[in-house]
């Protein structure tokens, strides 16, 4: 016979979370802890945004946290809550300095690591990966050179290098394109059969935003084993392929490439050709992806946009 658990021993496992930036993957895990029964908040610099996290259930914190312009306290200075057991940073990587905004975060007594050490998780890029040599494997994991070009990466590298000379708990997540319900990189161009400025047999990185979600809850809990991993489905597609195969579900004619993009500006634009490990991440926590692949990932979604 299954035991029942009293509602008080529920309640005693609640946890606190909070959430820097709950847009397309803080919502998804917002949900998962909501789900979980744990109390979450939610950072916004919008009012607007508030009133919508507080019918989803989530606790709204309005705060410019990367804003240095004033020296106006931040809400979460006066929080009442236990110790919080999770910090999320899941905010664009176009922002202002992220280092400076997890400096000001620090000042918080709620989540400062002299209030029960919470765990900070942050969100980075793949794209601080250096391009892998000319010759040679071309697959990158969480021991491969560092050389970011665009200035969002450059942002993200300096906060994760921010955050290992903090002495802050913490776990650095890289994930690689996100994709899911509402996402799907450059479908608008190949809908108007437009030109692609990208290298058709390069490789492209995806993580489907209910994996990433799994894997963030999956390194909020328990011992740390490494401080860096790469969240990523583990199978890299060739751009051509991926988008040939959603021409080909959603009855569009195929991808059209431009011919005058040539390889040289590609690199100064960030797209590298390199594939991306997600073994540390599997061998760490067991994670079993419900989107392994682009094709079983995409399935659905060109399935719910052709209706």
């Known amino acids: 016979m299954s035991q029942v658990s009293n509602p008080s021993d529920r309640k005693s496992d609640r946890k606190t979370r909070i959430i820097l930036g709950c847009g397309y993957v803080g919502l998804q895990v917002a949900k998962l802890w909501l789900s979980a029964g744990d109390r979450v908040l939610a950072?916004?610099?919008?009012?607007?945004?508030?009133?919508?996290l507080v019918k989803l259930g989530i606790e709204p914190v309005v705060w410019d946290w990367l804003e240095t312009s004033h020296e106006s306290a931040s809400p979460l200075a006066n929080l009442s809550t236990p110790p919080v057991a999770t910090v999320l940073i899941a905010v664009s990587h176009a922002s202002s300095s992220h280092a400076v905004g997890l400096a000001q975060l620090l000042k918080c007594p709620v989540v400062n690591p002299d209030s029960g050490q919470p765990r900070w998780i942050y969100l980075s890029t793949t794209g601080v990966f250096a391009d892998p040599p000319a010759e040679g494997s071309l697959w990158v994991d969480e021991t491969s050179p560092?050389?970011?070009?665009?200035?969002?990466?450059?942002?993200?590298?300096?906060?994760?290098?921010?955050?290992?000379?903090?002495?802050?708990?913490?776990?650095?997540?890289?994930?690689?394109?996100?994709?899911?319900?509402?996402?799907?990189?450059?479908?608008?161009?190949?809908?108007?059969?437009?030109?692609?400025?990208?290298?058709?047999?390069?490789?492209?990185?995806?993580?489907?935003v209910e994996d990433l979600a799994l894997a963030i809850a999956a390194v909020a809990e328990g011992s740390i084993k490494h401080r860096l991993y790469c969240v990523c489905d583990g199978n890299s597609v060739k751009r051509r392929e991926y988008y040939e195969f959603i021409a080909q579900r959603l009855g569009l004619q195929n991808p059209v490439f431009s011919e005058s993009f040539n390889k040289e500006t590609i690199r100064k634009r960030g797209q590298g050709n390199k594939r991306v490990s997600n073994q540390r991440l599997l061998a760490d926590y067991a994670l079993d992806l419900h989107y392994p692949d682009y094709r079983i990932g995409l399935s659905s979604l060109v399935e719910e946009m052709s209706r």
Do not use: C, F
Request: glycine content about 8%; proline content about 8%.
């Open 146 to 208: 560092v050389e970011p070009k665009r200035s969002g990466s450059i942002n993200a590298l300096e906060a994760e290098r921010w955050l290992e000379n903090s002495g802050i708990e913490h776990v650095v997540l890289r994930p690689a394109g996100i994709y899911g319900p509402g996402r799907i990189p450059n479908l608008q161009p190949l809908r108007d059969g437009e030109s692609m400025a990208v290298d058709p047999e390069s490789y492209l990185n995806l993580i489907h």
């Open 43 to 52: 950072v916004t610099r919008s009012i607007d945004r508030a009133s919508e």
